[in-house]
């Protein structure tokens, strides 16, 4: 893994690379992370593969619900020649949830922004064919969102079989 | 035969005189037709939809549609606490549940910074390695009968019983077994274990060798799968491609070598690495692998050291049994564990391990709760999925059925 | 609250009495009339020929592989030499449903995937039966959240395997189970086996609210078969 | 001369009774249930949209039909060649000249690559 130090450096040139990037560096638990402003998602990529993050492993996206802004999209990268691993992680507030898509440049990102999309309602701009994937074309709502209620049925004992199984919402 | 493959963003049969304007020369004599090789299927490993568009027998334009197996696994698993959450995160990929217990609880040790004592890394290896050789079975299996080799069914399921008679001894259950825990492994291996153990790994490579004798000199199987539906490994990589199908492209990128965990740089073992990256090569590297497999279980179950087989931290562990009767404060700490769970520093981590089908990555962010506040599992067969597609374009349709066997995709882990 | 023990209305008699019945007809004096009638109704519901389709029928059954998730591995397994469901006849699993006629739903089913194992049970032949799988395709099992169907709610299920995933011993124990069913020789449940029909503790049928005590009506007419004791009597279970 | 056929009647009319048999007593005792969905095409359980106007490419028509030239012709080789000793050299000759014609076809359609599947 880029130690701090390595880290460091790294957002340093990314720094003078791509201007107003790099909002914040964290290294924890050993491994390095990169916290990135969204419109500049495209560059930073380019930049880590110009040294050496060639393969894009996964692209995740998650819901910070209590705290502004919303929702992460974490881009992990590795580096197969110096067995080096990095992520990228990006802020998207609710009412303006745009990143720009790097499905052109990364193919392998394409099913799993889709993914992104379908379950948290980040709209990735430039992606060739952003419909939902997991859940039904016609569902509304975005399921794994923090407030989304999780659904399911309440378990009928004696006392509240009379209840039947209304949904919990 | 090369023509160039048309994007057809409508998926409907077109009319043919719609079709003439669009295609100009195909118009007269081929009319393409969309079909469904849908989520009801035999060859489709699961419920994945292919909507498959074709020209006579020759296959133009391919999209997996995915979802029909959807739980939303990784919702219910933000919904309990950590250790309850195992078993739910164990039935994404069902084929290798011990890689999904194994990566989720790989994460959470590493947010809480758990140190994992030798033997139970030890024990994990054995179960991980068994694991992986019992899916590497199925794959052969349901491989097999989807060429049409029926008899390597019952050959592929009578040794994978063989391997679930061990999970059943040393857990209790044959699949979802839930052995792994946060800071070792459930139980010690019962007596009787070992031997069973290495009878397993005696018969083996020779029933490994039977399979070869049966497929590897079979006209048919070797005619449907060298030389069909190839991709090359900067192509896999772009795709994001890991695990086997990236070996048989001569790509030798394997975790357990490259970023050793859970102590398998002890091991000495070999990464069977293809040439041409076609489907032949697919199959032979996961039968190479099933012999490796084999060796690194006999390095670690005659290496077993002794000590614990899970960690002694009584705020994250379950205190044994009979201390419960002894001492009070073990049983404050079982109480406190059995009802809240044990909460997590806040952090965020993705812990990726090798598994039969590629790199499982398991995201975790933990908000300081005894909840996790996000489980993601970057799982290998939703990647490769996307490879299928340039992999297929232009082959036949029975190339798309042997190339869909040899990918190997588990559709628990592809929908979680 | 006084507990009411009386006869639930009409308790189906076991098939097993009735044909005893049937046979003590017999020994009686000579049949005419209605005691003719009812002799003939008692023994030609079971005449040969329905039971030689039955017999027929369930020992030839070809399941629908409608492997979903990871009850399919063990529904597969059941097919391998261990456990081998070619003893029974249904070895062969077809792949479309036109030449199948057990639906063995092993696995989760999703909401997206709902309609369309509805629509394969439809295309199915007659006579079909279904059995769910696994805990998820019964109850929702493990994942009891907005993504998971159990089978009930849109298909008429024989019989339930519990289980997650069930042994490929306890999906036969089940096939074995529909098998009886079909030849109209069911295993009752311990009630009627013991005959123990009517033995459910009921309190008046629906005018008291067993929890707050008050005037409520559930408006379904079903019987309430309430827990004698109000939660907060005891731990609970 | 009747006689020696009387086997090969009984064969066939013992067949086509056991077959009708089945289908009907299948379709006398079998329970029927007319549902909708049972009438409409089975495609993996989606409802199909494929229009049954749909005309197949051209090869399939081409190989059906080359196999049924090909086939005949072997039909008829079959009487020749159990009684050619009968017959004599004449029918020798002949059954030359039939198979040279057709042979002149084959390589024809050979040469068209007709053969290959496009």
């Known amino acids: 893994m880029p130690d701090a130090t390595g880290l460091e450096l790294l957002a340093a040139d990314l720094r003078e690379q791509v201007p107003d990037a790099v909002l914040d560096t964290e290294h924890f638990r050993g491994k390095a992370a990169l916290h990135v402003a969204p419109a500049s998602i495209g560059a930073v990529l380019e930049f880590l593969r110009g040294r050496g993050f060639t393969f894009l492993a996964s692209v995740h996206g998650l819901d910070y619900y209590p705290e502004e802004p919303r929702f992460g999209v974490q881009y992990e990268l590795l580096d197969m020649s110096a067995l080096d691993r ?60 923090r407030d989304f209620p999780v659904g399911g049925e309440p378990v009928l004992f004696t006392y509240n079989e009379a209840q039947g199984t209304q949904y919990t919402d | 035969m090369a023509t160039e493959t048309r994007h057809l963003d409508r998926t409907t049969t077109l009319e043919p005189t719609e079709r003439i304007e669009q295609h100009g020369d195909l118009a007269p004599e081929q009319e393409l037709l969309t079909l469904n090789m849908g989520p009801h299927h035999p060859a489709t490993h699961g419920v994945l939809r292919l909507l498959t568009t074709l020209e006579g027998e020759v296959v133009r334009d391919i999209k997996p549609i995915i979802g029909y197996v959807h739980t939303g696994i990784e919702k219910t698993a933000e919904d309990k606490s950590y250790w309850k959450a195992i078993p739910v995160v164990e039935r994404m990929d069902y084929l290798s549940y011990y890689f999904n217990a194994m990566a989720f609880c790989g994460a959470v040790e590493t947010l809480l910074g758990l140190e994992v004592p030798k033997r139970a890394q030890y024990l994990r290896v054995i179960h991980l390695e068994l694991n992986r050789i019992a899916s590497h079975l ?70 490994n060798q039977q399979y070869r004798a049966l497929l590897a000199k079979n006209e048919i199987a070797l005619s449907r799968l060298k030389g069909v539906c190839p991709l090359d490994a900067d192509e896999l990589l772009k795709y994001g491609v890991t695990g086997p199908l990236l070996r048989a492209a001569g790509n030798p990128w394997d975790l357990r070598k490259a970023m050793p965990y859970s102590s398998y740089e002890d091991f000495d073992f070999k990464i069977p690495v293809g040439t041409e990256g076609d489907n032949w090569d697919r199959f032979a590297v996961r039968l190479a692998e099933i012999d490796e497999s084999v060796k690194i279980i006999e390095q670690a179950i005659d290496g077993l050291p002794e000590g614990p087989h899970i960690a002694d931290d009584r705020k994250v562990v379950l205190p044994p049994r009979h201390e419960l009767a002894t001492s009070m404060e073990a049983l404050i700490h079982h109480f406190k564990l059995v009802t809240e769970g044990y909460r997590v520093p806040p952090g965020e981590v993705y812990y990726p391990i090798e598994g039969p089908r590629g790199e499982y990555g398991c995201f975790v962010r933990s908000d300081g709760s005894s909840k996790p506040a996000r489980v993601h599992m970057r799982d290998p067969s939703f990647v490769n999925l996307q490879a299928f597609a340039p992999m297929v374009k232009g082959a036949y349709i029975a190339d798309v059925i042997a190339t869909l066997a040899m990918l190997d995709p588990i559709l628990g882990g592809i929908d979680r | 609250m006084e507990i009411v023990r009386r006869e639930k209305a009409g308790s189906p008699e076991s098939l097993r009495i009735r044909r005893q019945r049937a046979q003590e007809l017999l020994r009686g004096p000579e049949l005419e009339g209605a005691a003719l009638e009812k002799y003939v109704t008692e023994r030609v519901m079971t005449t040969t020929l329905d039971r030689a389709l039955n017999w027929a029928r369930a020992n030839s059954m070809f399941p629908a592989t409608f492997g979903l998730a990871c009850c399919a591995i063990e529904m597969m397994a ?35 995937m709902a309609p369309i194992v509805r629509r394969v049970y439809d295309q199915m032949l007659e006579p079909k039966w279904a059995i769910a799988m696994g805990a998820c395709s019964s109850s929702m099992g493990v994942f009891n959240n907005y993504a998971i169907v159990p089978a009930d709610k849109f298909m008429p299920v024989d019989v339930h395997v519990p289980g997650c995933p069930p042994r490929p011993e306890a999906l036969m124990h089940g096939i074995f189970k529909l098998r009886k069913k079909i030849m109209e020789d069911p295993d009752e449940g311990w009630r009627r086996r013991y005959e123990a029909i009517g033995t459910e503790e009921i309190v008046r049928r629906d005018d008291i609210d067993p929890l707050t005590d008050s005037e409520v009506g559930t408006g379904d007419g079903r019987d309430q078969a309430v827990n004698v004791f109000k939660p907060g009597d005891t731990a609970g279970a | 001369m009747l006689q020696s056929y009387l086997p090969a009647l009984v064969f066939v009319f013992l067949g086509v009774a056991i077959g009708a048999a089945f289908a009907y007593l299948g379709r006398l005792l079998g329970p029927r249930r007319a549902i909708a969905a049972k009438r409409e095409p089975y495609e993996c359980g989606l409802p199909s949209d494929v229009r049954s106007g749909f005309r197949f490419g051209i090869s399939f028509y081409l190989i059906a039909m080359l196999f049924i030239l090909f086939d005949i012709e072997v039909i008829f080789l079959y009487p020749v060649a159990v009684q050619l000793r009968a017959f004599g050299t004449f029918a020798l000759i002949e059954i030359g000249v039939f198979i040279a014609l057709l042979a002149v076809a084959f390589v024809y359609v050979w040469r068209r690559g007709a053969l290959e599947w496009r």
């Open chain 2, 138 to 207: 199925i794959f052969v299996a349901t491989g097999g009968l989807d060429l049409g080799a029926v008899s390597m069914f019952w050959y592929g399921w009578r040794e994978r019983d063989m391997i679930l008679d061990l999970f059943e001894q040393t857990s209790g259950q044959r699949m979802h077994t839930r052995y792994i825990q946060v800071g070792g492994v459930a139980e010690d291996v019962p007596r009787g274990w070992e031997q069973n153990l290495r009878k397993f790994i005696k018969a083996m490579p020779e029933r």
């Open chain 3, 78 to 112: 059941i097919v391998a030499s261990r456990v081998d469901s070619a003893r029974i006849g249904s070895e062969a699993f077809r792949a479309t449903p036109r030449q199948a006629d057990l639906m063995i739903i092993s696995g989760r089913v999703s909401i997206k």
């Open chain 1, 86 to 145: 990095i992520t990228v992680k990006l802020r998207v507030p609710l009412d303006d949830p745009h990143v720009p898509s790097v499905t052109p440049d990364w193919p392998t990102a394409d099913h799993q922004e889709r993914e992104i999309y379908d379950m948290f309602g980040v709209i990735f701009d430039g992606h060739p064919d952003l419909r939902r994937i997991l859940m039904p074309d016609d569902y509304e709502g975005h399921p794994q969102r």
